[in-house]
């Protein structure tokens, strides 16, 4: 899932938005530079990366994208799935995106942060520009897809690709989001009792 999910998942399970987005930012085993409530959102990002890799749904998905976009279809999923959050926000949170995001961006302001390289980028950007309520539009999935070809400098061609195939599917992966994201949304708030335990 992509920084959207993870904040509303972290929201929904009682555990640290914060914690929860530094799991893309975070390698490894060793935590102990963070304090138990960021180690706890970091841990509930992996199961939640792990569970999503491994969900049924998922993997039908993935085997819908053509051969030659397959490599990055776990990519294009967790970006157009922040997009489907965004467009059925009502059906599964009360609080406001705006609203949510207002106290995610409170949070990271006075975050402390030991993390150092593309985290400190990320922060600075959302901190200054606030786009994740971007993912409302459509089109910002498609500039998503753009930044990080740009990042792979050319290892990895997707972005147009991707684009056309999610503009010509948007059915099948609504029908797949609204199937898997409510067993997520079930599976976290378990596993969030089971990692303080």
């Known amino acids: 899932m ?3 999910a993870h904040i509303h998942l972290a929201k929904l399970s009682d555990t640290s938005m914060v914690g929860n987005f530094l799991g893309d930012f975070v390698k490894g085993s060793e935590l102990s530079h963070l304090d138990e409530e960021h180690q706890h959102g970091i841990k509930l990002h992996r199961r939640i990366d792990s569970f999503t890799d491994h969900h049924k ?3 039908n998905l993935r085997e819908s994208f053509p051969k030659e976009l397959r490599r990055m279809s776990g990519v294009v999923i967790d970006i157009h799935f922040d997009h489907l959050l ?3 926000w009502q059906s599964f949170e009360t609080e406001s995106l705006d609203d949510l995001l ?3 961006y409170s949070k990271l302001a006075n975050f402390d942060s030991p993390v150092k390289g593309r985290f400190q980028a990320v922060r600075k950007g959302l901190l200054e520009y606030r786009w994740l309520s971007d993912y409302q ?6 500039r998503a ?3 990080i070809e740009k990042r792979l400098k050319g290892k990895v061609v997707f972005a147009e690709a991707a684009n056309e195939f999610v503009q010509n599917n948007k059915t099948l992966f609504s029908t797949h989001f609204l ?3 409510p067993q997520l949304i079930q599976f976290v708030k378990a596993e969030s009792e089971s990692i303080w335990n």
């Open 145 to 147: 897809y753009y930044q």
């Open 57 to 59: 749904s998922i993997k």
């Open 137 to 142: 539009a459509l089109s910002s999935c498609e």
């Open 179 to 181: 199937l898997f994201y």
């Open 2 to 4: 992509n920084y959207l």
């Open 102 to 104: 207002s106290r995610f």
């Open 86 to 88: 965004c467009q059925h």
